[in-house]
């Protein structure tokens, strides 16, 4: 099947600086498809080559097989839903929806019809008359996309629709835009510096760093085996250590951290010898709490410390633990099953993790 | 507590209160009732309509009155013309040090009277001067062409001189326009001109407004311009004003001159504004 989007090669220059880097990917039809990255690692500046608003300095960007470098924005199959949405406050919302038909030269009882039917499926059948500024954040969103998706478009191109919004609503809308997608059945293109957005929604997601993407998966391969160190610290949270590998057979690992901690982790196929600088990820969600270590026997990695803040935080509250060996604090999550609910600063506690739950990456230059 | 907000809000509205009836007020009362009152004998004045009858059972009054009236109109049309191009290119185009140096340079020939600068223009459209020297020395011309004393100079000199009042108006109400609102109307498929229909236009229309009933107000009133640049044949009202109260020393008449001006302008941007589906505090506020 063809890819609704293919990007091959895709380079930006702005002067000396280069924007984006030789990025190569391609959205399968229908899947929701996100850019993740922090501000400034081009991912802006991918979305506006896709809808034809900047030029790339090189490289192919292809809808449905066919290159659409020299066609201009207004004649693209790609739609852009802006960072705040961009709806035209001069119209009200039949207006602001019919406006890409009206460009078409549809006529006008068929733009009343599909205006209509568009509202009817983002479940806002009564605001064809309203003004813009009358609606709701999240009913504005809903009107975003709408606009665009009642063009049919072959790719809807996403910018951070959900920055502008309050966390309750944001967390309501993540799970609204993935419905609209579905029901939609259109490729959605969602580029965010939210990893929550990115993980919730998406089918595949790319980390981008730098210009270039780090890694491409799915949200779970990002999280369980992220393959490169940027997208280990970037894509949720983790205990960092740096070390040294001091023993490594059959993809099993033994580190000793700058701390004097000694870890077991698993390779994970990732290439790690003997001697070799590493850097080591454990996630605060991996690591059991446990106040005898009689109850982390099965881990092949435990510590003892004591408890020095509790960070509560309802369902992601975590605490610190110092470990008695030295280091830097760990982080470890806090279960909310009530049998730490007495916990308190400065408690003796056991932790342990198991090495398959870590990911260790070769340290490469002074990162 | 209270005592002083009290003040503060008094002090605060005296200088407006002053301004508006010493300047505004009491001098149009004034002026009303001078232009209501017919002189019968020496010093011998009655109450009478006869200056506006005067007004208007004299042709060439009403045509100069007409004429201000639509030479004006279409000097604040040319002036949106030109001006709209240059303030989008000033409010959406040019970026940071380039954007401020346009928009000073907009300002600039303000820093010179008015006067100074309806000479300027004189000296490059006279008959020996600079446009017409150039033109004899490139041979396009066989001998020296007059430019001054026309309406088409004197319309040069409107514009000219009312560019800035379009030019800031329109530059801060184009500012306010979202890029992202342009970028969307050319995403969504719209062409240059449709966006520009749809959107850019419909969002500077209150800025348009403003600039246009400031320049037409200046037009309108302007005394210097069409006299200085203006022929024979170019007469504007504001001159007929003048030689009422100046020349002819007839202030009763030159009065009713005025207010019929004021009425004129009135009348002429409520009727723009109705056309326009503007309001006044929409507009300005």
């Not at chain 1, 590998?245 to 700058?258: C, F, I, K, N, P």
């Not at chain 1, 009530?338 to 400065?346: N, S, T, V, Y």
């Amino acid at each position: 099947m063809t890819p609704d989007l293919e990007c091959d090669a895709l380079t930006k220059r702005f002067g000396a600086a280069l924007a984006v880097d030789d990025v190569s990917f391609s959205v399968p039809p229908g899947s929701f498809f996100s850019i993740l990255g922090p501000s400034g690692c081009g991912k802006t500046t991918i979305m506006r080559m896709i809808a034809g608003f900047l030029a790339p300095s090189g490289g192919d960007i292809r809808i449905k097989g066919r290159s659409v470098l020299d066609v201009p924005p207004n004649k693209r199959p790609v739609n852009m839903v802006f960072q705040h949405l961009a709806l035209f406050p001069m119209m009200n919302i039949a207006d602001n929806i019919g406006y890409g038909l009206r460009r078409k030269g549809l006529p006008r009882a068929e733009i009343t019809r599909k205006v209509g039917e568009v509202l009817e499926r983002i479940g806002l059948p009564d605001i064809a008359t309203r003004k813009v500024e009358e609606l709701s954040g999240g009913q504005k969103q809903r009107v975003a996309i709408a606009r665009c998706m009642v063009l049919e478009p072959d790719v809807l191109l996403l910018d951070e629709p959900l920055g502008a919004l309050d966390l309750k609503l944001r967390e309501h809308m993540k799970i609204e835009l993935k419905a609209l997608q579905a029901a939609f059945d259109t490729t959605f293109v969602y580029i965010t510096h939210d990893q929550s957005e990115a993980l919730v929604m998406s089918d595949q997601i790319a980390v981008m760093n730098a210009g270039r993407f780090e890694q491409v998966g799915t949200a779970q391969e990002l999280y369980y085996r992220p393959e490169t160190a940027f997208v280990a610290g970037f894509v949720g949270d983790s205990n960092r250590w740096s070390g040294r590998v001091e023993t490594a057979s059959g993809g099993t690992l033994g580190l000793r951290t700058e701390g004097g901690l000694l870890m077991q982790a698993t390779a994970h196929g990732r290439p790690l010898a003997t001697g070799d600088r590493a850097e080591i990820y454990v996630r605060p969600e991996a690591i059991r709490l446990a106040r005898q270590d009689a109850d982390l026997a099965q881990f092949d990695n435990r510590l003892s410390g004591r408890v020095t803040s509790l960070l509560f935080n309802g369902a992601a509250s975590r605490i610190l633990v110092q470990s008695d060996q030295g280091g830097p604090e760990i982080e470890v999550t806090l279960p909310q099953s009530g049998e730490f609910a007495d916990l308190g600063r400065g408690d003796a506690v056991h932790i342990g993790w198991s090495g398959a739950q870590s990911n260790c990456f070769a340290r490469t230059g002074a990162a | 507590m209270q005592a002083h907000a009290r003040l503060g809000f008094i002090l605060l509205l005296t200088p407006l209160l002053l301004w508006l009836s010493l300047l505004i007020i009491i001098p149009h009362i004034d002026m009303a009732l001078l232009s209501l009152r017919e002189r019968v004998g020496v010093a011998q004045y009655e109450t009478s309509p006869a200056n506006y009858l005067t007004f208007f059972g004299e042709p060439l009054y009403l045509r100069t009155f007409m004429r201000t009236a639509v030479m004006s109109i279409l000097a604040t049309a040319i002036t949106l013309l030109i001006a709209f191009p240059v303030s989008f290119y000033i409010a959406k185009i040019a970026r940071g040090r380039v954007q401020s140096a346009l928009f000073l340079l907009c300002l600039v020939p303000f820093w010179v009277s008015e006067l100074v600068r309806t000479f300027g223009w004189m000296i490059l459209l006279r008959e020996t001067g600079v446009i017409s020297s150039l033109l004899q020395y490139l041979g396009i011309a066989s001998g020296p062409v007059e430019m001054l004393y026309n309406d088409a100079a004197m319309m040069v000199g409107l514009v000219y001189t009312s560019m800035l009042f379009m030019v800031v108006p329109l530059v801060t109400t184009l500012q306010s326009l979202d890029d992202a609102v342009i970028e969307a109307g050319y995403d969504l498929g719209g062409s240059g001109p449709s966006v520009l229909r749809e959107i850019i236009i419909p969002h500077a229309t209150p800025g348009i407004v403003a600039g246009s009933i400031v320049v037409f107000m200046l037009s309108l009133g302007n005394y210097l311009t069409p006299t200085m640049l203006g022929g024979k044949d170019s007469l504007w009202f504001t001159q007929l004003i003048y030689s009422q109260f100046i020349v002819r020393f007839n202030w009763e008449l030159g009065a009713a001159f005025g207010f019929m001006l004021l009425i004129l302008s009135s009348v002429i941007v409520w009727a723009m504004l109705r056309l326009t589906g503007q309001t006044l505090e929409k507009t300005m506020g």
